[in-house]
């Protein structure tokens, strides 16, 4: 199968650095096809500007028409296209990065900003109300999984950890990216105390990392709803027999994910 | 009081460029002075590195360690310590943006990112185990809010809506930054179905914003948990007796947030 890996670490000697080389090693011993795109090392541009649609700086820019009109008409940047065309390959797309203000680093969040276009990540028909997202989006049929590591300990993002828990804060990646452009989500790899591992420490987190690669296209993925699966209703608020007395970001997954195997 | 505005939109006579101008009009009216830090205009590089630190590129970088090593010896890149003085004059910060990817976009994750660093926003003392953040990081006393704009309705962002509750959707930013860092939260100014208002719309959208503005420092803020309270044990979970029988991120907020006034 064919995995693109987009990493972000500034330092290629880092944890997260020698994690990626063993886990870009082992998928290839697999039999698999790997693509790259380490970000700081391809120096990636973060910022979305009227530069990367070809577009009229005299004129006022909506940033959702000036992308999509620049990818029908063929004159986005050629950094995006190039990201694009990976996608399109990719049957899985893993995001490696240490949890930054418990998200990604910014050089990454604007490698979802400038490639995840409208008409290329989702698609919104206003005229007939078939957006595409949520499961349905372009992306459907590729699997996605986060690999992350954090100087706290595990017990800070477990359900009542301080930090909060990692599946809702993982939420605007996991189910606000990765399954609105229609990809299954796999849950997330975790190399928590990362800040002060020991030797031995480092030879658990490169084994359960390797691990769940070796499942990465059979493991159970997080059974998040369908937009047009019949349990939204036609202003997209959840029927009220679904998940009921229930709210929050949690009533969005039908069931507990199994966590790996 | 003093207000630092960051704004992040790539096009000054947008929507939310609009909006900031109106806001700092009235802001000013009101008597408050107002230092903006527009990121896009200033050309705001969101990209971590070494370069930032001073850092021996031969050596390995741990980031945190860097960083706070380049705080304490006065070798910071000049751009970061420009928005730690501003910060430092605050009274209460305003983060304006439009959310992409349910979160900010990347100019302003890599302002945060950049900005707000171990010695700045917050202290590890491993030895005392006496770290300063949530309500006791270093950006005590001040207040902070998010000013945001979205394409979908808000009843997307409601509590079943199908992008997540708000507050959930949220909480990486105004739970795992601002109240790490010690601000006080104000509940989020949002302008939902922002690619399609009217005029009559805008008047409204700058009326809700305006008026919050005038409440800014005597609203209530989200009452989250404070880390030294006794609410969390030593491994920083919370304790049973709290928020019993419940888990996520909600169970960090002693009570429902007041909504403006």
Known sequence: ???????????????????????????????????????????WNPVVSAEDYGHDPAQRMQVATASSTALRNGTLASDITAEQAKLHRADAVVLQFPLWWYSMPAIMKGWVD??????FGYNIRRETGGTRRYGDGLMAGKRAMI????????????????????????????HGFFWYTGMSVLPPVLIPSADRLTDEDFVLAEKQ?????????????????????????????????????????????????????
Chains 1, 2 share one sequence.
């Open 209 to 261: 990392l390797n691990d769940r690669l070796k499942t990465l296209f059979t493991d159970d993925t997080i059974p998040f709803r369908h937009q047009h699966g019949g349990e939204y209703d036609e202003k997209f608020v959840l029927r009220p027999e679904h998940a009921a007395g229930e709210s929050g970001v949690r009533v969005h997954t039908r069931f507990a994910p199994v966590r790996g195997k």
């Open 147 to 174: 690999v992350t590591s954090m100087g706290g300990s595990e017990h800070t993002v477990s359900p009542r950890g301080i930090n909060g828990s990692l599946d809702e804060l993982l939420f605007p990646i996991q």
């Open 114 to 119: 400038r490639v995840f276009i409208e008409g």
């Open 1 to 43: 199968m064919n995995i693109l890996w987009v990493f972000a670490h500034p330092d290629e000697r880092s944890l997260n650095g020698s994690l990626r080389d063993s886990a870009l090693a082992s998928l290839a011993e697999a039999g698999h096809t790997v693509e790259q795109s380490d970000l700081y090392r391809m120096g």
